[in-house]
């Protein structure tokens, strides 16, 4: 099949993205790459009308900006109603980005990451609705939608209103890396938290006194992966991963204790548990549970005392999965196809937008954007 590419201004949409890397906007710190994204698509032609932000920031847990914003493009042809969706945030290694051209990649300095998760498609987003209004090409209706705090769980696709893809046939959610690579399908995941409160004595004049809750935590964190529970999970054909991501003190990620002479009374765990199946994520984390229980009865003071050991978990995001003959699928790789690339289906370990955009019924996968190394300070964009 010919090459078939669309006529992209390349030097608009490489400048619009070296803009957005730019600007701030870790999870939960939305507003200004929002605005920029706006302001971009009325230059564009787009009225105001038709671009707009949800409520989710009132009904997301934690502090949040703004909603999820989200641009209305009616269709010039027939056809079904399509969503293309990313994300606005980055992660807090982000902060400060300072993105250059280096030969054929956009990179860093080095020192934080870059933020190609995803301001690569933020603006791909903008950039599709230059081509279309600028080469007035035929379309079908499309919205277009840009989430908030998906790098903290999430949290923007959660509690979006789903009202926003009502009547779609079909989501690409642009959060990809190689470009013949279509994301068909994530895992889920759960989040657990432990408070651990043992008994402070001094570690030097009487030990004995005190129930260290950092034995406990490291007990049964040893526990857990004896029983088979830790990092990558294996059970018969089932599949799953785990992390011990924070072991912290009385105020959340800080250092467990404040003394090298007194026995630490109190320890704070959180972890995540992941898998293609719901029911084996929570068979994990149930025997994360029961290492804790059990590391809990374990450590004792000279009378006999014992820490108290609070274990609660939450379910995060729902796995999905999609077929390779599912009509959405086959769009997409006649799309790849017509581009001369060789598609090919591939499943995440991480969770993505489309985790709840499946589970608000509309077909979902993930595109490219041209991401590299991300989480690190060697990130680049192609």
């Not at 993105?99 to 080095?110: C, F, R």
């Not at 320890?267 to 084996?280: I, L």
């Not at 929570?282 to 108290?308: E, L």
Request: hydrophobic share 40%; charged share 20%; net charge positive.
């Amino acid at each position: 099949m010919g090459k078939s590419i669309p006529p992209v201004d390349v030097k608009s949409a490489q400048d619009r993205l070296m803009r957005y890397l730019g600007i701030e906007g870790v999870s939960g710190q939305e507003e200004g790459i929002g605005q920029a994204i706006v302001a971009d698509l009325k230059a564009l032609g787009v009225p105001a009308s038709a671009i707009g932000f949800d409520d989710a920031h009132k009904r997301i847990p934690l502090p949040t900006q703004t909603g999820n914003l989200y641009v209305r493009l009616p269709g010039t042809r027939g056809g079904k109603p399509m969503v293309f969706a990313t994300h606005m945030d980055v992660v807090p290694l982000c902060a400060g980005a300072k993105p250059k051209v280096s030969g054929k990649k956009i990179v860093g300095d080095g020192t934080p990451a870059l933020g190609g998760d995803s301001r690569t498609g933020c603006a791909v987003l903008v950039s599709l609705v230059e081509t279309l209004l600028k080469n007035n090409l035929p379309h079908p209706p499309i919205t277009l939608l840009f989430t908030v705090r998906e790098e903290s769980g999430l949290q923007g696709a959660r509690f979006m209103d789903p009202k926003i893809l009502k009547g779609a046939s079909v989501c690409f959610n642009v959060d990809s890396k190689t470009p013949a690579g279509l994301i068909t399908g994530a895992v889920g995941a759960e989040r657990w938290d432990v408070e651990i409160h043992g008994k402070a004595a001094h570690a030097g004049v009487a030990p004995e006194k005190g129930i260290s809750s950092t034995l406990v935590a490291s007990i049964a964190i040893a526990e857990a992966r004896r029983g088979g529970w830790f990092g990558k999970v294996v059970k018969g054909k089932q599949r799953g991963t785990s992390n011990v991501g924070i072991f912290g003190g009385k105020d959340g990620p800080v250092a467990a204790g404040n003394a090298t002479n007194v026995v630490t009374d109190f320890v704070y765990v959180r972890g995540e548990t992941r898998s293609p199946e719901a029911k084996f994520a929570s068979a994990i984390t149930a025997g994360y549970k029961a290492a804790f229980t059990k590391a809990g009865k374990q450590v004792k003071d000279d009378k006999g005392g014992t820490a108290k050991v609070k274990f609660t978990s939450r379910f995060e995001y729902p796995a999905f999965g999609i077929k390779d003959d599912a009509p959405a699928v086959r769009h997409a790789k006649r799309a790849a196809e017509s581009m001369g690339l060789k598609p090919v289906t591939m499943f995440s370990n991480g969770g993505l937008d489309a985790n709840w955009f499946v589970k608000y019924g509309v077909p979902t996968f993930i595109i490219v954007s041209g991401k590299y190394e991300i989480y690190t300070v060697h990130e680049y964009v192609n």
